[in-house]
T-cell receptor
């Protein structure tokens, strides 16, 4: 089936560092979404992207919808301990299904 | 507005049993989607309901079924449970389910099959 390749799988960083993660696909997606999931909870939507080339910020988070519509990245600036969690990219494919990446587990050392 | 709620939060069943999970979407949302999350497979789409009709379906066996009621609440049923069905089951709601509508997730139901 259709897949999103998300990288890296995990990251261990120092508090204050910037973080970058990305998702790629061999297929075109109509939207790209970035979610964060804390242990025992459902994913929470961070940023939604609807147009190729769109760059959107939400506080310290910035995400971009790739111009080819086959990739997206998420940057977190000046990380803090509460940024710890699993970050998922997701995209709506041409059939309207929401497909998820495998997740990037972020650990932040104070 | 209240968020998406799911009941129960935790469930323990044995192989061969069946289970029903419930999801109440955000008020005004008519689309409800269900996902299975496991460490090995990540988040996998099960199905989507809109206006009491299944509109989209993932690649799961027929043991997994669902329905939606006129108030948009949805239930998911798994019959003849297998050990591999142990997972976090998440439901998400959106206004219409169209790709420009954002999906909001509930906290999930953690199912353990013994």
């Amino acid at each position: 089936g259709q897949q999103l390749n998300q990288s890296p799988q995990s990251m261990f960083i120092q508090e204050g560092e910037d973080v970058s993660m990305n998702c790629t696909s061999s297929s075109i997606f109509n939207t790209w979404l970035w979610y964060k999931q804390d242990p025992g909870e459902g994913p929470v939507l961070l940023i939604a992207l609807y147009k190729a080339g769109e760059l959107t910020s939400n506080g310290r988070l910035t995400a971009q919808f790739g111009i080819t519509r086959k990739d997206s990245f998420l940057n977190i600036s000046a990380s803090i301990p509460s940024d710890v969690g699993i970050y998922f990219c997701a995209g709506h494919n041409q059939g309207g299904k929401l497909i998820f990446g495998q997740g990037t587990e972020l650990s932040v050392k104070p | 507005k209240a968020g998406v709620t799911q009941t129960p939060r935790y469930l323990i069943k044995t192989r061969g049993q069946q289970v029903t999970l419930s999801c109440s979407p955000i008020s005004g949302h008519r689309s409800v989607s269900w996902y299975q999350q496991t460490p090995g497979q990540g988040l996998q789409f099960l199905f989507e309901y809109f206006s009491e009709t299944q509109r989209n379906k993932g690649n799961f066996p027929g043991r997994f079924s669902g329905r939606q009621f006129s108030n948009s609440r949805s239930e998911m049923n798994v019959s003849t449970l297998e050990l591999g069905d142990s997972a976090l089951y998440l439901c998400a709601s959106s206004q219409t389910g169209a790709s420009h509508n954002e999906q909001f997730f509930g906290p999930g139901t953690r199912l353990t099959v013994l």
